[in-house]
C-alpha cells in the first residue's frame, strides 16, 4: 500500500503561501446533506489534526457546510492555526435543509458571511475568499466588487471563484486578480478541462471538487483498477494521483470524516511521484465512455 504521507505532491504559491497541492475539503465535516452535526464529531476533530500532522496545510470550507458547522469544527480542532496552514472559505450560497443550496450575491450578505466567517474561524484575515457561486440575480461587478472592497480593508486575502466558465474568470479578471477557480473536476467528469487548460496558462490555482470520482473506471479490469493493482493502491488514489499529474496548478482537496479515508487518501501523493508516465497517459485517454 503506498505510504501515507504529503510531502511528496508538489507545492504552489497560494497568496503568498507556499501550500503543498494536497489539501483537505472539510465539506464531509457535517451532517447527512451537509446539513447540521457530523455523527461523530470527535473523529471529525481527529482528521483534522492528523490531516496538519500529515503535511496538510490548505483546508477548504465553507459558510454553507452545516452551516456554519464546517467552520465551527475547524476551529475547534486547529485554533491557534500553525503558521503554515491556510484555511480556505467560501459565501454565496444560503441553506434552507439539507441538500437545498441557493446563490445568495447581494453584497450586503456576502460582507456580512465573511464577517462571520472570521468570528467562526477566529481569524483577523481570511488568506483565501471564495465566491461559491455567481448569482445572476446581481450584477456580476456588485458581488466582485465587494470582495474587492474587503480585500483592500485586509478582511480577506486572495479571492477565489467556483463553478465557473472561462468567459466567467475573464469578467471577473476585469475587476479583481482571480488567485483561485474550483471546479468539478475528476478522472471521470471533465467537463471543466477548458478552464482546467486557462488556469494552467494563466497561473491560476485550480481546486477540483469531487476529486476522487473514478467512476467506470475503477470497475475492475478498467484503468484506474489496472493501474492500482499494479501499485499496490486504491483506486481512489490513482484517481488524486493523476489529478497531481494533470497540472502543476491542480489543487485537489478530499474529504472525508475519518481518519483511516485521510491516511488513505494522504497516499496518493507518494503514488504521484511513482506513477509512471505511460500510466498517466493511459489515464488521459480513459474516458466514461470507453467500451
Known amino acids: 500500500m503506498t505510504r501515507t504521507t504529503n510531502d511528496t505532491s508538489g507545492t504552489f504559491d497560494l497568496a503568498g503561501h507556499k501550500v503543498r497541492r494536497l489539501g483537505f475539503g472539510a465539506m464531509r465535516l457535517t451532517g447527512p446533506g451537509i446539513w447540521g452535526e457530523p455523527a461523530d464529531r470527535v473523529e471529525c476533530i481527529r482528521v483534522l489534526r492528523r490531516a496538519v500532522e500529515l503535511g496538510v496545510d490548505l483546508i477548504d470550507t465553507a459558510d454553507s457546510y452545516g452551516p456554519y458547522v464546517s467552520e465551527e469544527i475547524i476551529r475547534e480542532a486547529l485554533h491557534p492555526y500553525p503558521d503554515n496552514v491556510v484555511v480556505a472559505t467560501k459565501a454565496g450560497f444560503v441553506r434552507h435543509g439539507p441538500n437545498i443550496w441557493r446563490e445568495v450575491g447581494r453584497p450586503e450578505y ?11 474561524l477566529g481569524l483577523d484575515r481570511i488568506d483565501l475568499f471564495q465566491l461559491h457561486r455567481i448569482d445572476p440575480k446581481v450584477p456580476l461587478e456588485d458581488q466582485i466588487g465587494e470582495l474587492k ?3 483592500d480593508e485586509g478582511k480577506i486575502g486572495a479571492i477565489g471563484l467556483s463553478e465557473v466558465s472561462v468567459d466567467e474568470i475573464d469578467e471577473v479578471r476585469k475587476i479583481a486578480e482571480v488567485a483561485t477557480v474550483q ?33 467506470k473506471l475503477a470497475r475492475p479490469g478498467e484503468a484506474a483498477d489496472e493501474i492500482a493493482k499494479k501499485y499496490d493502491a486504491t483506486a481512489a488514489q490513482v484517481a488524486l494521483a493523476w489529478l497531481l499529474a494533470r497540472a502543476q496548478v491542480m489543487l485537489p482537496i478530499p474529504g472525508t470524516s475519518s481518519v483511516a479515508h485521510l491516511e488513505e487518501n494522504m497516499g496518493a501523493a507518494g503514488l504521484y511521484q511513482r506513477l509512471a508516465r505511460e500510466d498517466v497517459a493511459t489515464l488521459d485517454g480513459a474516458s466514461e465512455d470507453d467500451d
Open 110 to 120: 456576502l460582507r456580512q458571511q465573511a464577517e462571520m466567517s472570521l468570528r467562526r
Open 183 to 215: 471546479n468539478l473536476y475528476n478522472l471521470s467528469n471533465r467537463q471543466s478541462e477548458d478552464v482546467l487548460d486557462y488556469c494552467t496558462r494563466e497561473g491560476i490555482g485550480f481546486i477540483p471538487w469531487y476529486p476522487i470520482a473514478a467512476g
Open 149 to 151: 472592497d474587503l480585500q
